[in-house]
């Protein structure tokens, strides 16, 4: 069964600190695998990651896959109030023809 | 921009009454889903659906029905409600299976 685990569950860290959130996976046929940052509503993207030891980076954001060792790991450096939020990743897979299967969440509040 | 509108925002059902969630797309985009998110579970995949015309299971479509009669439109139906259904319920749209998804704002669906 493809499944995909985040850790930790819950992190709390203070403003200016690095955090780095961890995704593993069991998929079959991996083709791709995501993240996005849910504040309250509606998750919105931060990286699509193909390629083994390619860094995406987005402002102090920053992501990397190993697809050896099936992982992932999301970055933030000098966090910011404004990072709180809950931190989905999803996997790209074939099982039951669904596109994506999601990890339960890293849920991320950064204190003042 | 709409994106992806999801209606209704909020919504308390009693046991055994039927309702529909409507999600609606502006973006010609060819796949859309239907998931749930419940605490401690991420979102999981209820039924989705490859174009017009077409749909098809997902993770959990026990008690949930939809339709796709035209391209921007993803109904999803409880024809008898659940406690197990109170969830929130996420509606995403994608132009093809290698890109990332937009969501909708989601729906609170609380069931007694």
């Known amino acids: 069964e493809d499944k995909v685990v985040q850790s930790p569950l819950s992190l709390v860290v203070h403003e200016g600190d690095t955090v780095t959130l961890n995704c593993s996976y069991e998929v079959t046929n991996f083709r791709s695998l995501l993240w996005y940052k849910q504040e309250k509503k509606a998750p919105t993207f931060l990286f699509m990651l193909t390629s083994s030891g390619i860094e995406k980076k987005s402002g102090r954001l920053s992501s990397i896959l190993d697809k050896k060792e099936l992982f992932s790991i999301l970055n933030i450096t000098a966090t910011q109030t404004g990072d709180s939020a809950i931190y989905l990743c999803?996997?790209?897979?074939?099982?039951?023809?669904?596109?994506?299967?999601f990890g339960p969440g890293t849920r991320l509040s950064v204190l003042p | 921009n709409a994106g992806v509108t999801q209606t209704p925002k909020f919504r308390v059902l009693k046991t055994g009454q039927s309702m529909t969630l409507l999600c609606a797309q502006d973006?010609?985009?060819?796949?859309m889903y239907w998931y749930r998110q419940d605490p401690g579970m991420g979102l999981r995949l209820i039924h989705y659906?490859?174009?017009?015309?077409?749909?098809a299971k997902g993770e959990v479509p026990d008690g949930y029905n939809v339709s796709r009669l035209k391209k921007q439109n993803f109904l999803l139906g409880l024809e008898s409600a659940a406690p197990s259904q109170t969830s929130v319920y996420f509606c995403?749209?994608?132009?093809?299976?290698?890109?990332?998804?937009?969501f909708g704002q989601g729906t609170r669906l609380t069931v007694v």
């Open positions: 995403a749209s994608t132009p093809n299976r290698k890109t990332e998804a937009f």
């Open positions: 999803a996997v790209e897979a074939v099982n039951y023809g669904q596109n994506f299967v």
């Open positions: 659906s490859v174009g017009e015309g077409t749909t």
């Open positions: 973006m010609n985009h060819e796949y």
